[in-house]
């Protein structure tokens, strides 16, 4: 119930294309839904960030799409470049939970190509 | 502002040894956590800290422990070292509860 699958686990996009990236959780009592960017050698850093009272929420080229009756988000990067080749984590957090305790998926590891 | 900082950021050690991992949060920040990043497991909750206190513990055992000291830098110290437990450790901070999360670059660390 705690865990957080995330899919694909590698992507490969041309420049210019669409990027999706999916999650799916078991856990109603999550209440924050963060992505996370990783560089190689790098920490992950905090890309946008939903919570479940809104199904959308975009930044720049990012987007996330939350469905909160299938218990799925989404992470779309539009325009994907290839500075956009980096690891990709979704995560989420209990209601009440502090930030220091977020459930991680696994990673998609995305490659734009020019 | 300075980011997250970890220190030191590579670390080889030998099995049977102990390691202490040290992180200084962002300034004005009181929580600190601790994550293990290995590309089997991912990333993975190790414990929080705020104001000096563990406020959430993952599921390690033991060997892993951490402290928080008064001006919120923290450490993690690891006992009996193990080959899997070479890993990437991660610290993260934030100003408290229901705020982001920022990460440090981690600390690479090799068991042999």
Known sequence: QQQVKQSPQSLIVQKGGISIINCAYENTAFDYFPWYQQFPGKGPALLIAIRPDVSEKKEGRFTISFNKSAKQFSLHIMDSQPGDSATYFCAARSIGGSQGNLIFGKGTKLSVKP | ?112
């Open chain 2, 1 to 112: 502002k300075a980011g997250v900082t970890q220190t030191p950021r590579y670390l080889i050690k030998t099995r049977g040894q102990q390691v202490t991992l040290s992180c200084s949060p962002i300034s004005g920040h009181r929580s600190v956590s601790w994550y293990q990043q290995t590309p089997g497991q991912g990333l993975q909750f190790l414990f929080e800290y705020f104001s000096e206190t563990q406020r959430n513990k993952g599921n390690f055992p033991g060997r892993f422990s951490g402290r928080q000291f008064s001006n919120s830098r923290s450490e993690m110290n690891v006992s009996t070292l193990e080959l899997g437990d070479s890993a990437l450790y991660l610290c993260a901070s934030s100003s408290g509860t229901n705020t982001e999360a920022f990460f440090g670059q981690g600390t690479r660390l090799t068991v042999v």
